[in-house]
């Protein structure tokens, strides 16, 4: 292989100073995030779409990556949110009847510097240790700066908490996503709010396959301008960032609740329902991030295999129903706890129509075990229409 065609140098630099040399995948240059692993062993074009990995370096544990290309019916979104990518063996060239491309063009493409040929097991193994962290990826003319100059530019950059990012990675104009368009035939059964803190495609589409009408409105939305579409209920989606910052979607769940409107929250929506309760949040050390997360729903004793992608989570009791400490709410239950560290992965308040979990039950890709949920959320809007059309007698 001639000097033209060898990749370019690449560096993995950690902010405790562990260094991984390797070489360059994707576009050349620096990206500096959070580096995470995620223990997926398929769907790595629905991991680099979801934007809940907004500023944050992937490494796969999955040793092969790109094997499959990549093709525009699989993405999570319009665009790839990881700030950089780490992966062991890069295909060569895929291999797929689906594919349209490969994964490096792609990464090229959309300007995404990653890092190929480095020990992605090492790498994990020194994050689950010390936790994630700061990093930086630097390849080409970058990788040949000073190693500490590199470092101090990798330490130099804000921590994940305390930022601020679901609106960076919302939509900026409400759309509609309707059931006909995903094969239900009939007039719709309800009509929800979802607010776009980061939604994946696939949720909307769960809904509407369901016989939901989904508007799907920016971070930003008020509790008015949702109230004005006369909502059956309320959905807060998946997104990145420190919950502790969600401060107007936080007012806004409390005044859905208020107004005693269905809830139903998933991975940052779980966060959010939490801290509407009066819970506090908190920084996991290394996070759940994969599509094999086991997690326990205590009112059936049933086990889930969930896709999980948080580095945050809901600091409540799990001992039994509790009075919420917004006391107008009610008492709450823990309803789903992680069964690797009893982390809490569910919330369900028992005096109003409102839960959430801290997994995404869409599943794109991954397990759909967890399904169900979808089809729950329908039931508590149906109770919810039946009683008022009760009232209205």
């Given at each position: 292989m001639s000097d033209a065609t060898m990749p370019a140098q690449a560096l993995l630099v950690l902010e405790d100073g562990r260094t991984f040399r390797g070489t360059s995948y994707g576009a050349q240059?620096?990206?500096?995030?959070?580096?995470v692993f995620t223990t997926g062993m398929t769907g790595y074009q629905e991991t680099l779409t979801d934007?809940?990995?907004a500023r944050q370096l992937i490494v796969q544990t999955a040793p092969h990556i790109g094997n499959t290309g990549v093709n525009?019916?699989?993405?999570?979104s319009t665009r790839i949110w990881a700030a950089g990518y780490i992966v062991r063996?890069?295909?060569r060239r895929p291999?797929?009847?689906?594919?349209?491309?490969?994964?490096?063009?792609?990464l090229s493409k959309q300007g995404i510097v990653g890092i190929q040929g480095v020990d992605t097991r090492a790498i994990t193994r020194h994050l689950r240790e010390r936790g994630a962290m700061k990093a930086g990826i630097f390849s080409g003319a970058e990788a040949a700066r000073p190693e500490a100059e590199l470092l101090a530019e990798v330490l130099a950059q804000p921590s994940m908490a305390g930022l601020r990012l679901a609106d960076e990675v919302s939509v900026d104009e409400a759309y509609i996503v309707e059931p006909s368009a995903h094969g239900w035939?009939?007039?719709p059964l309800f009509t929800i709010a979802a607010l776009d803190l980061g939604i994946k495609a696939m949720t909307p589409t769960r809904f509407a396959e369901r016989g939901v009408r989904v508007h799907v409105l920016p971070a930003a939305t008020t509790f008015e301008e949702a109230s004005a579409l006369n909502p059956d209920g309320v959905f807060i989606s998946n997104g990145p960032g420190d919950p502790a910052t969600?401060?107007?979607?936080?007012?806004?769940?409390?005044?859905?609740?208020d107004a005693n409107v269905p809830y139903f929250g998933i991975c940052f929506g779980n966060q959010i329902l939490g801290r509407a309760l009066g819970f506090g949040t908190y920084k996991l050390r290394y996070g759940h991030r994969?599509?094999?997360?086991?997690?326990?729903?205590?009112?059936?004793?049933?086990?889930?295999i969930t896709s999980q992608n948080h580095g945050f989570a809901v600091d409540a009791p799990l001992d039994g129903p509790t009075q919420a400490p917004e006391e107008r709410f009610g008492r709450v239950e823990v309803s789903h706890i992680s069964l690797n560290d009893q982390v809490v992965e569910g919330l369900s308040c028992l005096d109003i129509p409102a839960f959430s979990v801290q997994y995404h039950p869409e599943a794109a890709a991954g397990p759909h075990d967890a399904a169900y949920l979808f089809d729950r959320f329908i039931d508590l809007m149906t109770t919810r229409k039946t009683a008022q059309s009760q009232e209205d007698k």
């Open positions: 240059g620096s990206a500096l995030g959070e580096a934007p809940s990995y525009q019916a699989d993405n999570e063996d890069a295909a291999s797929n009847w689906r594919s349209e491309g490969t994964l490096d063009d792609e035939e009939g007039e969600a401060d107007r979607q936080v007012a806004f769940v409390r005044s859905f609740l994969g599509i094999n997360q086991p997690v326990m729903d205590r009112s059936t004793g049933k086990v889930e």
